[in-house]
């Protein structure tokens, strides 16, 4: 089975302390996804990265960066985080040249942070 | 731009056939999927369609896709509690190396 893993299901952290979020997938994809899921706004994409060390803005990336060091990790980073990022964190991969249905993204279980 | 609608809520009793409706904006879209959403959980891939069908029937699901009016909606027949959940439609961009576009999203409320 596909597995992306998110390494907590909730954080609390303060205001202006550097956030790590971690997201690792077993499944060799070169996809790498980092959404933020806000009631009435769905999922909102902050980054993405194709490859390692490669990164692409997403609709929201004020605020946040994002570390692809290997294939199989993606990192969101909060560099001083505030209470406007109080929110559910999805992760997700995919594979970059898809066939048929192979463009479907797998997510991770979620990561609720709330900052304080 | 690009962009995928829905409604935000829906509401049925158990036993009853729900229908979620999505409207999307790219044409070149190749694949069209519904994800779902249980409480406190990820998202997981329900169905999809490939844009040059019309319906696609999975047990209790049935995908409808109008491409001309780009209209996509998920029925769920004999609507369990345990369908509760958020529906999210998504677009597939036809290229290599972006992301999937969600829908905000549908939450389905199934009352017994």
């Known amino acids: 089975d596909v597995k992306v893993t998110q390494s907590s299901r909730y954080l609390v952290k303060r205001t202006g302390e550097k956030v790590f979020l971690e997201c690792v997938q077993d499944?060799?994809?070169?996809?790498m996804f980092w959404y933020r899921q806000d009631p009435g706004l769905g999922l909102r994409l902050i980054y993405f990265s194709y490859d390692v060390k490669m990164k692409e803005k997403g609709d929201i990336p004020e605020g946040y960066s994002v570390s692809r060091e290997k294939k199989e990790r993606f990192s969101l980073i909060l560099e001083s985080a505030s209470t406007n990022q109080t929110s559910m964190y999805l992760c997700?991969?995919?594979?970059?040249?898809?066939?048929?249905?192979?463009?479907?993204?797998?997510f991770g279980q979620g990561t609720r942070l709330t900052v304080v | 731009g690009e962009d995928v609608e829905q409604s935000l809520f829906l509401s049925v009793r158990e036993g009853d056939s729900s229908v979620i409706n999505c409207t999307y904006t790219?044409?070149?879209?190749?694949?069209l999927y519904w994800y779902k959403q249980e409480p406190g959980a990820g998202l997981q891939l329900l169905t999809y369609?490939?844009?040059?069908?019309d319906m696609k029937q999975d047990q209790r699901l049935t995908v409808l896709l109008n491409k001309k009016d780009k209209h996509l909606s998920l029925r769920i027949a004999d609507t369990q509690t345990g369908d509760s959940a958020i529906y999210f439609c998504a677009e597939n961009p036809n290229q290599a190396g972006t992301a999937l576009i969600f829908g905000k999203g549908t939450t389905l409320s199934v009352s017994s």
């Open positions: 369609i490939f844009s040059n069908m």
């Open positions: 997700a991969s995919s594979l970059f040249f898809w066939r048929d249905y192979e463009r479907e993204a797998f």
């Open positions: 499944m060799d994809h070169e996809n």
């Open positions: 790219d044409s070149s879209s190749t694949y």
